[in-house]
């Protein structure tokens, strides 16, 4: 079974700053191995990505590295709300110049707004500072916002006002996709995107314990594994986002590698990996009648490069064996972080071969393309 | 000085539930020693009036106590969504039969959704509850939302969707004042309050302190009477709402009574007296060039009739002295609260007079109209 290349809108690849978890290479080397020829990073690596300087750094490292295509997210933040606004002749926060219009925003996949949590540099209190990115942002370039529940309501609003396209990051919960259905109606431009995670996943401890059944090793392991923001949901939101797939635009793993020490350590950082268990999940959902490969090629193709703006890959595919039957093992995986809360699981339709730009770039298990093959479709 | 009678659409009364803090009497005695003669009571009594017999409950107390006009909120709970479609055959929650066409929600002054903080049996966490008070609510009836920040901004969303007005009490923030400016510009149905204290005190300790200049009594007190939902805000914030006025519906007090012993005891509850403060507290800024009384008469009297769909009061005025100056205090009051965080001010401008529907209601200090005489503008 032959399917376009899959893009995935959101993936934390930890460079610069955390490679030990995972960096351009291994992180698209995982892209390619889980059926994406096109990855979207988001920008709270360290430093953030949020001005020329850094988005330099990420792009460098990318350009290098990466074995997919790809393009870069940049965050907004407290003190760059005027960015959209620069031109050639304008500065950085940090005095540095805007080189000219290839630079910010152009040469950026969107921007990243991050309206929960803590994100050190890229938090955004105030609303005021979001109403000033919405103004500034250029218009037809993506706005990403993280913001669950009340905030997300909120960032909607700021969509209806300044009457400008925004997608909601990882929606989990039934009252979220439900707003967004009425906002759609309503025809307020808001798109979204849900994890496989929250689709197959419920909060702790309904869910079976990863130290048994899941990670099939017998060891003990702390909850700090199933952190993960947004958080695993209750039953009732996992049926309301199955019950509203017509109003979900995309599938996106926001992939975020952390190692197995990190997660069973003290403070685990919240995040799961995802690129190379998405679409073994999405496939056997097919093939237990839950979702058709229509469903998938739309949610993880289709919608993703309208909504991002994203050009098409040509003589770019990928091969999938839909009977293959296999136990999902971090063990095969090429993400550097070891380990998978789908470890374990039996899943029906296995990755054979990734073709992309008239290259096989993944067959059979083995990534055959190298560092740097990827290029940057915002370049 | 003669100005039409003062609406204050946001009140707490007490009763039923807590009278030692207020009741009908003596909460519009207040109103009308302030220059009031209507006003609109908040639902979050003991019982709360969420159906047609807590509301009978409180109008019944109104009926023989009130003093000036008035109109009582039913609340939004998390059960009684579907009210605003009942008609006369359908039942409240608790089974009892909704009566006729002027049973609810027609004989209320409208719908208070508590969107924020715990309220009881009125709060409602989940924004799908929202939805379904903004689908079933009668467009044509009020909805006023208790909803700070981004619960304001997840609200005002609602009324965007819906397309229907949404009134938001109490604003007190920069970037609520001015994301509903923005919001307003885009054409979306939304009016707004603010307290008088949210415009003349800002949060401790740059307030100066209760203890002394305020209170004026040399003793000690706690931080509790500072207490107030929305909490008083900053300089920056109180000034950006000063440099909005425009944006600024309506002024409302608020009047949230509790006894000193119970603001200076453990677990002070939130809230301050207001009624028979705001107006010299506005028109002392008058006399110092802040406001005009245009701006009065606008925001106490000719918005909130038409925001909260109120009758004209035929032969209702009221007469200010504009010169007399008075220092602010709680003994002279007729709230039962016994106290005011104005307590010591120097005030500009003393209420003389007031006549309701044809008689002097009050003169000089004195309340001369009796339990009873107020009537229930919704009746």
Chains 1, 2 share one sequence.
Not at 81 to 107: C, H, I, M, Q
Not at 108 to 136: C, E, I, P, V
Not at 137 to 150: F, G, L, Q, T
Request: hydrophobic share 40%; proline share 8%; aromatic share 6%.
């Amino acid at each position: 079974m032959r399917l376009p290349g899959l893009i995935d809108p959101h993936i934390h690849l930890r460079e610069p700053g955390a490679t030990h978890k995972e960096d351009w290479d291994s992180g698209t080397s995982a892209a390619l191995a889980g059926g994406f020829t096109l990855v979207l990073a988001m920008p709270n690596t360290k430093p953030p990505i949020f001005d020329a300087a850094t988005l330099d750094l990420a792009l460098a490292a990318a350009r290098s590295k990466a074995r997919c295509d790809y393009a870069q997210f940049v965050g907004a933040g407290p003190d760059n709300a005027s960015w959209g606004r620069r031109t050639a002749r304008a500065a950085n926060t940090d005095g540095t110049p805007v080189r000219d219009g290839k630079g910010l925003p152009r040469g950026a996949a969107g921007l990243k707004m991050y309206l929960d949590s803590t994100f050190g540099q890229l938090r955004l209190d105030d609303m005021t500072l979001w109403m000033q990115h919405f103004q500034n942002w250029p218009k037809d370039m993506p706005i990403v916002a993280h913001a669950e529940s009340r905030s997300m309501a909120a960032v909607i609003l700021m969509a209806a006002i300044y009457d400008r396209p925004v997608h909601i990051a990882h929606v989990s919960l039934r009252e979220e996709i439900l707003l967004i259905k009425a906002a759609k109606e309503r025809g307020i431009k808001v798109t979204c995107e849900v994890t496989p995670h929250h689709l197959f996943l419920t909060q702790p401890p309904s869910n079976p314990p990863l130290n048994s059944q899941n990670l099939g090793e017998g060891k003990g392991v702390g909850g700090g594994r199933w952190e993960v923001r947004p958080r695993l949901a209750t039953q009732v939101d996992v049926d309301a986002l199955w019950q509203n797939l017509d109003v979900i635009d995309c599938f996106a793993t926001d992939h975020a590698p952390h190692t197995l020490a990190e997660k069973d350590g003290e403070n685990p950082p919240p995040g799961f990996p995802g690129l190379e268990t998405a679409l073994p999940l999405l496939l056997t959902a097919v093939d237990s009648g839950r979702l058709t490969v229509d469903d998938i090629i739309l949610r993880m193709h289709t919608n993703p490069r309208r909504i991002f703006n994203l050009p098409e890959q040509p003589e770019t595919w990928i091969e999938v064996d839909a009977d293959a039957r296999y136990e999902i093992r971090a063990a095969e995986m090429k993400s550097r972080c070891g380990w998978t809360p789908f470890e374990g699981w039996k899943v029906k339709g296995r990755l054979h071969k990734v073709v992309l730009r008239g290259k096989t770039a993944f067959e059979d298990g083995k990534i055959l393309v190298k560092p740097g093959f990827g290029i940057n479709v915002r370049g």
